[in-house]
């Protein structure tokens, strides 16, 4: 295979910045005025140190660059990617996703290593760039078109049909600030749609717009994919990678982790440690939270069959099981969870409701309390757990364990979720499957117009 | 096929000016979407070009020409700060807007890539609008002082270009900084109430005492006041003024490139 069949080949890309600069901390008045005059020299030095970076090794990170603030947003990324590919790029937030699309869009150079993009190449880290209020659509839309790579002549030829994408023909000759901001976003996006590269380098812009407009937007991306044309993206809006890449690439803590199948590499993503385990244990009872009457000894995210599950399909019920032990009798005990998404809300809380042991005192020994989330209820995403118990009358907190275990719930599409065959987004916090009825009444229409005629 | 390789920099590295005719289309745009929002929503729109140096010239006629009585070489003060007071207004204002040009644009420079020189070239033409226009106010003036023209101003053409030199020289300059250290921005105030101190503005650069001149004359801007006024004003062009400055310029201008070249790669990252 000659290099020609590449569109985009990378050998060991790199980028890394010095971070956490701090500022110093004066003890006394006479430091504080020595800091004063100082400070000129030592700001110099310290905006100079921002890009320099001989003194950083190649090897794995030493506890001096962690105090010296450094931090490598990608590291040894290496890659080849064929014409007529869509890749998408997955990873959580500061994964390295953005820093190697801005590397590969050379808007910061990397620190080691090199890439090399064989054709035209056209970008969109956002949509909307260098769009002016002051200016009319009209105008914006030039702008725009040659800020994002386009020539004059190029942006004369499609201005029709990009006018038409965006809907704002009344009003291309008033200034974008009167616009809606819907309207801007339409006109924008109109003007991206229609850029015309061989590679495309797209961050994350499906984000924007309505529901209408994403399917727009989507439909957009299958034209440019079924045109050959090489495509890199990053979302994390999973259903659309699944749907538009042939290919997608992990990225976790700057370094590449797979690279595979979109299929494979979703699920390896989304079953891939957050930080925050699946389950929990105090093996020694001493160490283990809890006040005078109970303490807890395991939590766990339990799936259907009774394993230790850290993720599940949207579809499939999932229980949050606490063991705990009661080591002093004769209270009522109140266990509940709290569930909070990714965005820090609590999405729900529940209550211990078992009725076998609601209105009576526990006894000593070891309980095992299990939660049961139906499928098809909760929406895609990682929930993290806090699990709490309280004696009731008198109420007293025994324990309560904030976001001690987390498991992501899988996205599924198809007969039996709720998204079935919707490719678009998905909003909201949760996402049941609701009953829904149709009644159909064939007879309506004809009565209606009967009725007109005597009329 | 078009092939880009990204890679680590290294050291200097010359002016891509293949590259820079590619996106010639854009920097066209941004020349002109800076024409266009400057007088948005004012009601003189343009005239302001006009209204701006006019109101300056009035000043400094009445504080430097009546009061403190500054020697002009006995032309008539008005005439005499409206020759230099035009070219002034325009070095001091693209040499603001170039040196803040990274600056003010960071939102774009982080989305999109395109030559970042660019960024500090656009003032320098679209303050070249402003400074035509007041072209008018300079012929009004002529006009009623009835000073003929004479072949000196053929030279005109050239000495606008000497002056472009000067904010492109400060601005490669000052916009790469201005990245790094934010003082640039307050040091420019301070930069352009200097300049117009030492260099003939409000005064004939004649009354400096010839031992100094040459050491003056390093300054470019004296260079510019003194060209403008032989063009427009005819008598002997002083060129024992006018060339130290012109090398100035352009090693300003050489240096300045070299020096935004180094320092364009790291500019999104310390922004």
Redesign the interface.
Known sequence: MST?DFAITAEGLSKI?RIGLKEQVHENFASMVMGFIRSPLQ??RK??S??QFDDVTDGESTAAEAQAGIIWALRDISFAIKRGEVVGFIGRNGAGKSTLL????????????????????A?L??VG??F?R??TGR?NI??NG???????REVVSKFDEIVEFSGVERFLDT?VKRYSSGMAVRLAFAVAAHLDPEILIIDEVLAVGDAAFQKKCISKMQDVRKQGRTVLFVSHNMPAIAMLCTRAILLSGGKMTMDGTPHDVISRYLNSDAGTPSMREWPDAALAPGRDVARLRSIRVVSQDGRTATSVDIKEPVGIEMAFDVIKPGYKLLPHYYFYNEEGEVVFASLDQDTEWSERPYPTGRFVATAWIPGNFLTAGMLLVTATIITRSPDSLQFDEAQIVAFSVRDNMGPGTARGEWSGQMPGTVRPLLKWSTKYFPETRERDDLRRVRS | ?????????TGWEAIDFKELRQ?K??F???V??DI??LY??TILGFSWAIFNPAIQIIVFTVIFGKIAKLPTDGIPYFLFSTVAIIPWTYISDAMTKSSQSLVSEQ????????PRMIYPLTPLLSKLVDFSISLLLLVGVLIYYKVAPTWNMLLLPGFVLYMVLIPAGIGLWLSSLAV??RDVKFAMAFIIRMLIYTAPVLYSASSISPEYRLLYSLNPIVGVMEGFRACLLGGAIPWEFIVPGMVTAVVMVLTGAMYFRRME??I???I
Do not use: C, W
Not at chain 2, 1 to 9: L, Q
């Open positions: 020609d910045y700001n110099f905006y100079r921002l890009y801005k590397l590969l869009t050379r808007i910061t150079p990397p620190t080691r290593g090199q890439a090399e993009i064989r054709g035209s190449v970008s880290l956002e760039t260098g002016h002051e200016l105008e030039y702008l040659t800020i994002l790579g386009m020539s004059k200034p | 096929m078009p092939v880009i390789t990204i890679k680590p920099p996106y289309d854009l066209y745009f941004l002109l979407r266009k929002v948005a929503q939102s774009m420079l982080g989305k999109v890539y395109f790094r250290f790669r790291v999104v990252d310390v």
